[in-house]
């Protein structure tokens, strides 16, 4: 599993730094939607689930946290810890977050607005829309 991480690039001076980052540009998908998650309790892992067509990117723009990805027949632990670094996350990876340090601040920018329907909540059911997804490639192959 190809893990998929963004270095921005930091715009320092002596009065600190500062990342932009553009659609198309420093990020590979329009942006149309930005959330962040601070204040998350020791212990809690959030997540639990993936997106049938949402595109992420997940930044921890303070403090620290870690990521969990599993494409259904893989798993990888990324650790975030850079205000500068973004995790890309594409459809149909199951993600978990857990680890946040007390002032962690993870911010996701996404591709699309809030869709609840987009939402796969059940692993299992993850698990076979993976599949599926496979059969299909594997038919359009022939
Ligand atoms: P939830 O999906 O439980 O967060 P996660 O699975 O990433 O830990 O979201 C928590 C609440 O916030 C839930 O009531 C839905 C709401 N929410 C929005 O209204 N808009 C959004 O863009 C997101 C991500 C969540």
């Not at 599993?70 to 857990?98: A, C, Q, T």
């Amino acid at each position: 599993m190809q893990v998929v991480k963004y270095v921005f690039q930091p715009h320092g001076d002596d009065r600190g730094q500062l990342v932009a980052l553009e659609e198309f540009k420093d990020i590979p998908f329009r942006i149309k939607r930005v959330y962040y998650m601070y204040d998350t309790g020791k212990g809690v892992t959030r997540g639990y689930h993936a997106h049938k067509s949402l595109e992420q990117i997940l930044i921890c723009i303070h403090g620290s946290c870690k990521i969990m990805l599993d494409n259904g027949s893989e798993k990888k632990v990324i650790p975030l810890e850079k205000p500068y670094e973004g995790l890309y996350v594409s459809h149909l990876m199951w993600r978990e977050m857990f680890d946040f340090s007390p002032d962690a601040v993870l911010m996701v920018l996404a591709s699309e607005l809030y869709d609840e329907s987009d939402y796969i909540r059940d692993y299992d059911v993850f698990l076979k829309h993976v599949q599926e997804c496979a059969e299909q490639n594997a038919a359009s192959e022939v």
